[in-house]
């Protein structure tokens, strides 16, 4: 190592073992900011039609960079037999599922609500992991029950900001779908390129969306959307989903399912202050206080540094 000013300069090698890390942090970053952008675009846009449309762009995107990557290495876009049910099924949930309730979600209830339930995912990954005979923390238990009792108390409080109980449910139903997805996708992120498997899961995805959303997309008014609208648009097509979820499946293969899952709790908090200052969505003391027993289960969950999730195959 150098030395400089009689200080020792740390080996860049610190980058490397913090990159997981990193590379979940800045998803967190996109995803609280593109709950607000898109509780925007919703002001103006059917969301079906909002959520067809997108992925529609988003799918051309992430094939044309596994092309132009390939150019003409079928390699690139060769999935095995054996792993393209399990492929279908991520698909399916990391990506219809998990959509189409979210935006519909969004729809109906405020960003904070939204944010605060979809960070629940470690919770439903945990238990699902159980289920399956997985070991789990030795704070898992006690860190479900508090986060729980604070979801609850979240919910109780009835002076609600646009909350609605189908926002509601279908962003728990964002949460389990998301956690389903986490959990069948170990086995493909040691396999397969990550822009390949995007390529893939996207295009399968958006095949029920557009599905949903052309009569949507077909009666839309193109006219009366503004251009901060359009511009916003641009960004969720390519980093909430393309580049985010790339940058989660190399946090998953480096650090397991359960635990990438559970830096989602940040995401709420960031979300909640841009909508506070976006839109100016209240947040009562006690939903306050609700969202913060939620983060501190969640953190609990994570004082056990046990290696306790599967690992990908490499």
């Known amino acids: 190592m150098a030395l400089l000013a009689g200080k020792r300069i740390a080996s860049p090698g610190w980058l490397s073992a ?18 607000v952008i898109m509780k925007d675009a919703l002001a103006v846009f059917d969301p079906t039609a909002f959520m067809a449309g997108r992925f529609l762009l988003i799918s051309a995107l992430a094939w044309g960079v596994v092309l132009w990557r ?3 290495d079928g390699e690139l876009t060769r999935v095995a037999r054996a792993d393209r049910t399990p492929l279908v099924v991520g698909a399916l949930t990391g990506y219809t599922a998990y959509q189409v309730c979210s935006v519909i ?22 238990l699902m992991q159980s289920f399956r005979g997985e070991a789990i923390p030795i704070f898992g238990w006690p860190g479900l029950a508090i986060a729980v009792a604070g979801a609850v108390l979240f919910l109780a409080d009835k002076r609600t900001d646009g909350d609605t109980f189908l926002g509601i449910v279908l ?35 958006t095949v029920p969306m557009l ?9 839309q008014d193109w006219s009366g959307i503004p251009t901060r609208v359009w511009l916003g648009l641009g960004f969720v097509v390519v980093f909430p989903v393309y580049v985010a979820y790339q940058l989660w499946n190399y946090a998953i ?14 995401v709420p908090i960031l979300s909640g202050v841009q909508a506070a200052v976006a839109f ?35």
């Open 253 to 266: 293969r480096h650090r397991g399912a359960a635990r990438t899952a559970s830096f989602a709790l940040l």
């Open 211 to 219: 599905a949903i959303g052309i009569p949507a997309l077909a009666s």
């Open 171 to 205: 962003s728990l139903g964002a949460a389990v779908a998301f956690a389903v997805y986490g959990l069948v996708n170990r086995r493909f992120a040691g396999r397969y390129p990550s822009a390949t498997l995007t390529a893939w899961q996207v295009a399968i995805g």
């Open 70 to 72: 390939g150019r003409g």
């Open 105 to 126: 979600a969004l729809d109906n209830s405020s960003v904070f609500t939204l944010s605060l339930l979809i960070a629940l995912v470690p919770l439903f990954t945990m």
């Open 18 to 35: 913090l990159a997981p890390e990193l590379a979940v942090l800045s998803v967190v970053v996109i995803w609280s900011s593109t709950w």
């Open 280 to 314: 100016g969505e209240q947040i009562s003391l006690v939903k306050a206080a609700g969202a913060a027993l939620v983060v501190c289960g969640l953190l609990l969950i994570r004082l056990d540094r046990r290696p306790w999730t599967t690992r990908v195959p490499t």
